[in-house]
């Protein structure tokens, strides 16, 4: 089979054209696609715009989110605030009820002494006049008994009833005990010493003799 020759001013040419058309060649497309970064090719119309719209939506989150935060910073700021005002206003409160309390407790005998201090004053003029009448004393006496007993009553001071009672062992403390048949047995019979009561309360109960049955043996006898 006989070679075809091709003459030799046809394959320069050819060779030529090949360097020419050929992907690596100065000039041409895809000369400049191989050597360029991914960052350089261009993207089609529709996808840069696209990756433009995503820049500017993720630019508009940030700046929302930097509003958004310095907003509740700006709250618990003044949240904290108040707090601290509020704590402060408690403390006063607090230190001001103390202060109060300490002096009710003080003087909250202040209006009682200042009643007795009449009782006082007749006490004083009984006392300097010893030397007088023993019944115009004795009456002076009798007058500030009564004087000083209103004050108390009015402060909310009342007896505990005692003589002709039944003996009742949360009001009534028996020291003594009676044989008798004048008096119904375990009844309170004399009262040795007042017992009271400050308002609802039982102050001191009442020291008292309670009369005792007499038995049938010392009957017969």
Excluded: C
């Excluded at 630019?59 to 949240?79: G, I, K, N, S």
């Excluded at 001071?157 to 039944?166: G, I």
């Amino acid at each position: 089979m006989e070679e075809k020759k091709i003459p030799q001013g046809e394959a320069e040419n050819t060779e030529h054209n090949n360097e020419a058309g050929s992907p690596g060649a100065a000039g041409e497309p895809g000369s400049a696609v191989q050597g360029a970064s991914p960052d350089q090719v261009d993207l089609p119309e529709a996808e840069r715009e696209e990756a433009a719209g995503e820049q500017r939506q993720e630019e508009v989150d940030v700046q929302e989110l930097e509003r958004r935060l310095a907003e509740q910073t700006a709250l618990a700021q003044d949240y904290f605030q108040r707090l601290a005002r509020m704590q402060a206003d408690f403390e006063n409160y607090r230190r001001r009820m103390n202060r109060e309390r300490e002096e009710w407790f003080k003087y909250a005998s202040q209006s009682l002494v200042a009643e007795l201090l009449p009782v006082v004053d007749n006490f004083e003029r009984a006392l300097a006049a010893k030397e007088e009448d023993p019944a115009q004393v004795v009456a002076g006496v009798e007058m500030i008994y009564r004087q000083l007993m209103d004050v108390l009553t009015r402060e909310g001071l009342s007896p505990v009833p005692a003589v002709n009672e039944p003996f009742d062992p949360a009001r009534h403390e028996a020291i003594m005990q009676e044989e008798t048949d004048s008096y119904p047995d375990n009844t309170v019979i004399e009262e040795l010493r007042r017992g009271y009561y400050f308002k609802d309360r039982l102050l001191r109960p009442a020291l008292v003799k309670v009369a005792r049955a007499v038995s049938k043996q010392e009957n017969n006898q």
